[in-house]
C-alpha cells in the first residue's frame, strides 16, 4: 500500500520542480529533507525512477512521472474544495463539462442552469468538443463527458441523459417535403449533406445511409448541424441528422421528416471515471441531470 504523505510530497515536487520550492509550498510546515525522503521512499515502492535532477533545485518528472502525476494531481488540485464544501454543507467548487456540440445548445443550457439552482457558487466550465476524448477523464481536465458514444469503456460511469432520434432534412422547397411517407430511397440520387469526414457524425450518416441500401454519389460536408441545416436551406442538398428534439430540426427553409424503417435512435450518455475522488459538485450536477 501506498502510504498517501509520500503521493502529497511527490505531488509537491512535480508541481514545483524542485524539493526545496516544494517543502515552502506544502499546506503544512514540511523540511526539505522531509520532502526528499517521501519521493525517495515512492520510488522504492514502486520500484522506478520518477524524477530526473536537470539544475541545483530542478527536478523533471520521468515519463513514468509523468504518468502518476496526471493521475494524482486531480486528487490533491480538487482536494481543498472538497474540505470546504464538505465543511460547509454546500456544493460548490469547479466542474469541467466537455459535451458535443448539438448538445452543448440544446441540452446543457437547462441543465447547467437547474445545477445553479442547487449549487449557487459552482463554477461550471463548459467546453465544446466535436469529438469526445474520454482520456479528458482519465488525466483530470474533465469532470464530465456527455455524447453518443458506440462504446464506453469499463472504467467510465455512465448516466443517460437523452436520446437523438434520426431525421430527413430537406429543402422546403424540395418536390418531396409534402410527401405523407418519406424514405431516404426517395432522395438516393441528391446531393448529400454530410459532416466533416473523419468525424463520429460522419460514420454514423453513413451507417444510416447503408441500413437504406443508399450510396450517395455526391457529397458536402460540414463540420456542425448548424451548418449543415444552412447547406440544407439553400437548397445545395438533403441530410440525415440526429437530433434531441422529438419534432426533429426547425430551420428557416428546411423540412425535418422522422427516420423510420429502420429507425434510428442513439442513447446520450454522460460519463465520468468511476474512480473519482469524492466531488460534491458531480454528484449535484447527477442529481439533476435531464431525464431521458
Same mark, same amino acid.
Given at each position: 500500500?501506498? +502510504?498517501?504523505?509520500? !503521493? %502529497?510530497? @511527490?505531488?509537491? $515536487?512535480? /508541481?514545483?520542480?524542485?524539493?526545496?520550492?516544494? &517543502?515552502?509550498?506544502?499546506?503544512?510546515?514540511?523540511?526539505?529533507?522531509?520532502?526528499?525522503?517521501?519521493?525517495?521512499?515512492?520510488? +522504492?515502492?514502486?520500484? !522506478? %525512477?520518477? @524524477?530526473?535532477? $536537470?539544475? /541545483?533545485?530542478?527536478?523533471?518528472?520521468?515519463? &513514468?512521472?509523468?504518468?502518476?502525476?496526471?493521475?494524482?494531481?486531480?486528487?490533491?488540485?480538487?482536494?481543498?474544495?472538497?474540505?470546504?464544501?464538505?465543511?460547509?454543507? %454546500?456544493?460548490?467548487?469547479?466542474?469541467?463539462?466537455?459535451?458535443?456540440?448539438?448538445?452543448?445548445?440544446?441540452?446543457?443550457?437547462?441543465?447547467?442552469?437547474?445545477?445553479?439552482?442547487?449549487?449557487?457558487?459552482?463554477?461550471?466550465?463548459?467546453?465544446?468538443?466535436?469529438?469526445?476524448?474520454?482520456?479528458?477523464?482519465?488525466?483530470?481536465?474533465?469532470?464530465?463527458?456527455?455524447?453518443?458514444?458506440?462504446?464506453?469503456?469499463?472504467?467510465?460511469?455512465?448516466?443517460?441523459?437523452?436520446?437523438?432520434?434520426?431525421?430527413?432534412?430537406?429543402?422546403?422547397?424540395?418536390?418531396?417535403?409534402?410527401?405523407?411517407?418519406?424514405?431516404?430511397?426517395?432522395?438516393?440520387?441528391?446531393?448529400?449533406?454530410?459532416?466533416?469526414?473523419?468525424?463520429?457524425?460522419?460514420?454514423?450518416?453513413?451507417?444510416?445511409?447503408?441500413?437504406?441500401?443508399?450510396?450517395?454519389?455526391?457529397?458536402?460536408?460540414?463540420?456542425?448541424?448548424?451548418?449543415?441545416?444552412?447547406?440544407?436551406?439553400?437548397?445545395?442538398?438533403?441530410?440525415?441528422?440526429?437530433?434531441?428534439?422529438?419534432?426533429?430540426?426547425?430551420?428557416?427553409?428546411?423540412?425535418?421528416?422522422?427516420?423510420?424503417?429502420?429507425?434510428?435512435?442513439?442513447?446520450?450518455?454522460?460519463?465520468?471515471?468511476?474512480?473519482?475522488?469524492?466531488?460534491?459538485?458531480?454528484?449535484?450536477?447527477?442529481?439533476?441531470?435531464?431525464?431521458?
Amino acid at each position: 500500500m501506498i +502510504s498517501l504523505h509520500r !503521493l %502529497e510530497g @511527490f505531488y509537491w $515536487v512535480a /508541481k514545483t520542480a524542485g524539493y526545496a520550492r516544494a &517543502a515552502r509550498a506544502f499546506p503544512y510546515p514540511i523540511t526539505q529533507p522531509a520532502v526528499h525522503q517521501q519521493v525517495k521512499k515512492l520510488e +522504492s515502492d514502486v520500484g !522506478l %525512477e520518477l @524524477f530526473e535532477r $536537470v539544475g /541545483k533545485d530542478r527536478m523533471q518528472l520521468t515519463p &513514468a512521472g509523468e504518468r502518476l502525476y496526471r493521475f494524482v494531481a486531480p486528487f490533491f488540485e480538487g482536494l481543498p474544495s472538497v474540505l470546504r464544501a464538505v465543511q460547509s454543507g %454546500e456544493e460548490s467548487g469547479r466542474l469541467v463539462i466537455h459535451a458535443a456540440p448539438l448538445l452543448v445548445r440544446h441540452l446543457m443550457p437547462r441543465w447547467i442552469q437547474q445545477l445553479r439552482r442547487k449549487a449557487k457558487d459552482a463554477r461550471v466550465e463548459l467546453v465544446e468538443a466535436a469529438h469526445i476524448d474520454v482520456g479528458r477523464l482519465r488525466d483530470g481536465s474533465a469532470d464530465l463527458l456527455v455524447d453518443y458514444l458506440p462504446k464506453w469503456p469499463d472504467d467510465v460511469a455512465t448516466l443517460r441523459v437523452g436520446t437523438l432520434r434520426g431525421f430527413v432534412v430537406l429543402p422546403s422547397s424540395h418536390k418531396l417535403a409534402k410527401k405523407a411517407r418519406l424514405t431516404v430511397e426517395h432522395l438516393a440520387e441528391e446531393t448529400f449533406i454530410s459532416y466533416t469526414p473523419g468525424m463520429l457524425g460522419h460514420e454514423l450518416q453513413l451507417a444510416a445511409l447503408a441500413e437504406h441500401g443508399v450510396t450517395p454519389r455526391h457529397m458536402l460536408s460540414a463540420s456542425t448541424a448548424e451548418s449543415i441545416l444552412g447547406f440544407v436551406g439553400a437548397e445545395l442538398g438533403f441530410s440525415l441528422l440526429p437530433w434531441l428534439d422529438e419534432k426533429g430540426p426547425n430551420a428557416p427553409g428546411i423540412t425535418s421528416v422522422p427516420l423510420t424503417s429502420p429507425k434510428i435512435e442513439f442513447p446520450v450518455m454522460a460519463g465520468w471515471r468511476k474512480d473519482t475522488p469524492e466531488h460534491p459538485l458531480l454528484d449535484a450536477a447527477l442529481e439533476c441531470a435531464p431525464k431521458p
